[in-house]
């Protein structure tokens, strides 16, 4: 089969880059059914860019640097506002659904520490669902792409010094597959399934993440996690998402006495910056306070209407947003750190790009603006597909991909115990506010699961140690990593890292712990 270009992974970051790639033949690799299982899909608020009459990049930009906590790379966050309608255009002309006023302009509307109303939504709360699904539409409809559903990333495959492609691990348990290529995008996702509390799906592992850094690839701000404040705490896991959106639209935090949570916590209250209001509602889970998000008001008698998926899962639960307070807890929602990426997704091994949540392009700094994702999967998707293009073709234009079946293995399914044990290690000791001791207990319970005959708890626990070693290194809080024995800013500084260099700095410190 004739395809230069292996994307693996199928969610936003993935599709739209593959789309981009066109007339390039492209091999795209899925875990799921096309749509299923990727982050993207579950997004509620929608996408970010600065297209209202009252709007700029240039405003979009210092949102973006200002929630990113001193750690935003600001040449990347300038081009992700810059083309970010650009890339809006390209959607609609794919032909999302975005919301729209009665004179048929785009309707954008305002989230937590944006200063304008520039998020872009369909049918309120299924933004994510409704780009993604018109994206595989515009997949089906492409013939340069291949599309193989139902193999999980198993390696990368490098040879020469450069990364020639990847193997696969069937999810049936049937033959894996070897895919060879002179180009590798990354587009697997994030790392929330580590936590014991998220609003991601289940297989949001690190699978991307933990194949790039055991091969040696740069690593930037593993350290940095996004809690998101209103995930419903009604016991199910993953914990269905309460969009910010919510609190734009009027809905506040309060406790279980009525006080308004936010109150003293920031100038902006319940619009505060991410990271600020997850720790209030930490706290006030912790105090004993409890944490609601009171919508019986605003947006009262319009919440079905305006958000249908929250609203669901709350009747679900039994809970009716226009009468009964809704409980509400942080959970892991985003990972600002990844494989460090380029201002064109390249990574630091040659012949691999990375792209989306995956990757660390700089854009989100310490803690991310609401509804950069989604921009930054498809802003820096279409440039890594045009280095990508111009990069086989400076090489003499395309290659030949091979694909070819593997060995039969199991299906690959990780022990429940050994899994829930690092999902709560992570929760009670990597999570909203951490401490020295508390990491480094949880690094010598994920270092022992490192070693094991279990390729996806291995895995799982690869990306655990990326996120808690960093973090025990960081001798400060800031942003999404906040330190309760450190609590104050020191000099602003990425991670940039291996994680050879993270065991070698880490080896000393965990001699000292024991």
Known sequence: ??????????????????????????????????????????????????????????????????????????????ILCSEAPARIDDLVALGV????????????????????????????????????????????????????????????????????????????????????????????GGIGGLYAVTTNPPGAVGAGLAAAARHGALVADPEFVQFHPTALDVGRDPAPLATEALRGDGAVLVTRDGRRLMQGAHPALDLAPRDVVARAVHAAILGGDGAFLDARTAPGPEFAGRFPTVHAAAIAAGLDP?????????????????????????????????????????????????????????????????????????????????????????????????????????????????????????????????TGADPVLATMADCAFLIAAAALLRQESRGGHYRADRPFAGPAQRTLTTINALEDALQPRLRQAG
């Open 97 to 188: 659904p975005f919301a729209r006023s009665g004179d048929g302009r785009l309707k954008p509307s305002r989230e937590a520490a944006h200063s304008r109303a520039r998020v872009l939504a369909v049918d309120g709360d299924r933004s994510g669902l409704a780009i993604v699904q018109t994206l595989i539409a515009a997949i089906r409809r492409t013939p340069t792409v291949t599309v193989i559903e139902g193999y999980l990333l198993d390696d990368l495959t490098l040879a020469g010094g450069r990364v020639r492609g990847a193997t696969f691990r069937a999810r049936d348990g049937g033959p894996g597959l070897a895919v060879t290529a002179p180009a590798t995008v990354l587009a697997t």
């Open 322 to 450: 226009t009468r009964d307070l809704l409980p509400v807890a942080p959970a892991a929602h985003f990972h600002m750190g990844g494989v460090a990426t380029d201002l064109w997704g390249r990574t630091s091994l040659p012949g691999l790009w990375a792209v989306g949540e995956v990757a660390a392009t700089g854009v989100h700094g310490a803690n991310r603006l609401a509804s950069n994702s989604l921009l930054e999967a498809v802003v820096f998707g279409a440039r890594t597909a045009q280095d990508v293009a111009r990069t086989l073709r400076d090489a003499g234009g395309p290659a030949e991909a091979t694909m070819a079946d593997l060995p039969s293995a199991p299906a690959p399914q990780a022990d429940p115990a050994g899994v829930a044990a690092l999902r709560r290690t992570m929760q009670d000791h990597v999570g909203v506010v951490r401490d020295g001791q508390g990491l480094a207990a949880a690094l010598a319970e994920i270092s022992a699961m490192r």
């Open 1 to 78: 089969m004739s395809g230069p270009v292996l994307v693996v992974g199928a969610g936003l970051a993935g599709l739209f880059t593959a789309l981009k790639l066109a007339p390039l033949p492209v091999i795209l690799v899925s875990p799921h059914p096309l749509g299923d299982g990727a982050a993207s899909s579950w997004a509620q608020g929608g996408i970010a860019a600065a297209i209202g009459a009252d709007d700029t990049p240039d405003l979009h930009l210092a949102d973006t640097i200002a929630a990113g906590a001193g750690l935003v790379v600001e040449e990347a966050a300038r």
